[in-house]
């Protein structure tokens, strides 16, 4: 060949390759039909910001922003994430501009984990602004910009509006969703709220307050909120603050931090410090979560580690000492026996929330009376109000948010076994909150596909695959006709293929990506736990994780058979189901109020809104008992399984323990392996091994309208159970409410010595009559005595029409 020709080759070789040398090291600009790998960085024309892959683990890395220049310890000050809660590979993941116009992020070159969902006609550019905005623009403007979709951090000017929210890093080392975010409410204030494991509650400002009392105002519906680079907050409710070192010349970002306080930072340029120029809460203990369940927020312990720190209460031991947002667990079984329990007092020590009642003028004798007498107190608050002379009490069923500062003047009593006192009165578990400096190794939950061997390996691989694959298609073969032989199996199998015919069949990895890994938990029962998730079309939903394979198995036939067959507003609605391994889940709609048991403890129902349940949930049973084509007993009813949208309308949940029964027998069954449901709730024919009916509902319904009356739990109520028998113990609440009305005659001031004393004084006596009457002739000893489902509907809709 020639040399002009061989000369001119590589000269076109050369100018092709151009744009492929363009695109493998970017400046700021991404350009259509282009990508970013892992080693690729894009960089702002002015050189202060930085985007690419950033490491945030064991080959785990996340496509961020960041400044360029990294801060005196060497670290990355990082500003926006786009797969901060699903990280991606180190090898073949990249950042891909389509021709489509989506701008999307592929891990391993197989899986899409993150996607602007954008459309252009015409040609796209990606590119890194001086601001720290990245941008994506056509010839007619921007169709996307990361300012539009914060993580935890704002740059200044960039805007944070009703669509957009910073939420807080899980910790120091690990970049994913906390628990913290800093959003507008629908009441137009800018707000702070902790959305825990356990609670989800807004601190800041302080819930308590009214909105002109902190200064902001409801009467605006802009809902934005930015600040400038000279460091001036303005926020369309009013809300604004000036920076510490206010002026122009310092980079300042706004960052919601792990710990829950927002806070602004201002960069020391030549010392390449970040220092802190304002903040939300200068009391730190005041936010909530910090501590988790059960534990106190502590100020005053000086040290080198001086701080914020946090200690369980005496009794209590920590969950996870590495995790405090776990809290603390009980190191011991606490009696609902008031003999057995005693107190222990804690100066200057809040729990906010969670009051079961509040009492004034008491005395502290009467207080500790109070408490005792409800198994879920587990302490009191005792303060003196010094503008009225006398000392109010306020029982707690759940201890949250604790904090232990000299401004609280009240003492709070901590509940603990009687023979234990004196050991606990000394303890201190004192743990500092502080960042662990070794940086978490993230892994990946991942299955990637091969690359391709070359030919000859190939062909052996696969001559090797095939010959094993005849050997083990013999062995299945065997092991195949051994299962047919086993008719049992065999139908039961067939059995579970007609049920779940008409739910969807979700993947595991479905559900585990739906769950956040099975993170919020929103509910415990005796067959297992129930997760929030949202599904892939956006559907908020309820994930319930059935406990071991075997027992699984059989509580999700016995719901999937059964609501299969039912179909009604008062009941709840299942999606669909998980059989994969071990692994067996049910997908229910999400109700967003939580259980019956919930809201009764929490004193949010009013007496109107407990008639309406009780109605809701009559008209779910009597479908069950006398609609569907195979009448249902339910076997479990109590306020747990009563559901609350958020409306408050009821549905009827857990099917686990239900039984279907034939309408030809009647609606009778006897064909019981064990006892069903919970004891308070179970009726006599249990126990007395009498036929099972549908009775059985209506009596745990009877009991349950008598604890939405009383607010008293069927095993602690009047505490009229006596010796062994398990049919006295749970007659207590029923017992204790026939004495009363029996004893006062016709006078109607029995009903006010029963009804839950959150509603005294604002409910309608003569409906709570109407309850108390229908409930105690569903509870009737004798079976044959209790009306139906449709019996007890007519007599409350016809009573409260009168």
Known sequence: MDTPILILLISLLLLSSLPLFAISSPHDTLLTSSSLSVSDILISANGTFSAGFHNIGKNAYCFSIWFTEPTSDGNLTVVWMANRDQPVNGKRSKLSLLKSGNLILTDAAQFTVWSTNTQSLSPLQLQLLSTGNLVLRNQNGSVWESFDSPTDTLLPNQPMTRNSKLVSSRSCNNFSSGFYSLFFQEDNLIRLLFHGPYISAVYWPDPWLNS?????????????????????????????????????????????????????????????????????????????????????CNYDYPGENAGRRCSCLPGYKAKNPTDWSLGCELEFNLSCNAAESGFIKLPNVEFYGYDISSNDNYTLKRCEEVCLQNCNCSGFIFPYRRESGFYSCYPKSRLLNGSRSPAFGAPFYVRLPKASLSSYENQKQEIGLHCPQIAANLLLDRAYKKTKENGTLQFMVCFAFAFGGVEIICICFVWWWLYKTQQSSSENAQGCLQVVSRFRKFTYDELKKATGKFREEIGRGGGGVVYKGILSDCRVAAIKRLNEANQGEA????????????????????????????????????????????????????????????????????????????????????????????????????????????????????????????????????????????????????????????????????????????????????????????????????????????????????????????????????????????????????????
Request: hydrophobic share 35%; glycine share 10%.
């Open 212 to 296: 002109w009392q902190v200064g902001r105002t409801l009467y605006n519906d802009s809902r934005i909120a930015a600040f400038n680079s000279s460091g001036y907050f303005r926020s369309s409710d009013d809300f604004e603050f000036k920076a510490s070192d206010y002026g122009i010349g310092a980079w300042r970002i706004l960052r919601m931090d792990v710990d829950g306080n927002v806070r602004l930072y201002s960069l020391d340029e030549g010392k390449r410090i970040w220092s802190v120029s304002w903040q939300a809460m200068s009391q730190p203990c005041k936010i909530h979560g910090v501590c988790g369940p059960n534990a106190m």
């Open 555 to 802: 509580e999700l036939l016995a719901e999937l058979s059964t609501i299969g067959r039912v179909n009604h507003m008062n009941l709840i609605e299942i999606w669909g189901y998980c059989v994969e391994g071990n692994h067996r889940l049910l997908v229910y709609e999400y109700m967003e109020r939580g259980s019956l048991a919930e809201n009764l403890i929490s004193g949010t129902l009013d007496w109107e809104k407990r008639f309406d349940i009780v109605v809701g949930s009559a008209k779910g049973l009597a479908y069950l008992h006398e609609e569907c084509l195979e009448w249902v007993l339910h076997c479990d009813v109590k306020p747990q399984n009563i559901l609350l949208d958020s409306n408050f309308q009821p549905k009827v949940a857990d099917f686990g323990l239900s039984k279907l029964v034939n309408r030809r027998g009647g609606g009778k069954s006897s064909s019981f392996s064990r006892v069903r449901g919970t004891r308070g709730y179970m009726a006599p024919e249990w126990i007395s091994n009498l036929p099972i009916t549908s009775k059985v509902d209506v009596y745990s319904y009877g009991v349950v309208v008598l604890e939405m009356v009383t607010g008293k739990s069927p095993m602690t109520a009047g505490g009229q159970g006596s010796g062994n028998t398990g049919e006295m113990e749970q007659r207590g609440l029923v017992k204790w409410v026939r004495e009363k009305m029996n004893g006062n005659g016709e006078n109607e001031l029995w009903l006010e010595e029963i009804i839950d004393p959150i509603m005294k004084g604002k409910c309608d006596l003569r409906k709570m009559g109407i309850l108390v009457q229908v409930a105690l002739e569903c509870v009737e000893k004798d079976k044959n005595a209790r009306p139906t489902m449709s019996q007890v509907i007519e007599r409350l809709l016809h009573h409260a029409k009168g």
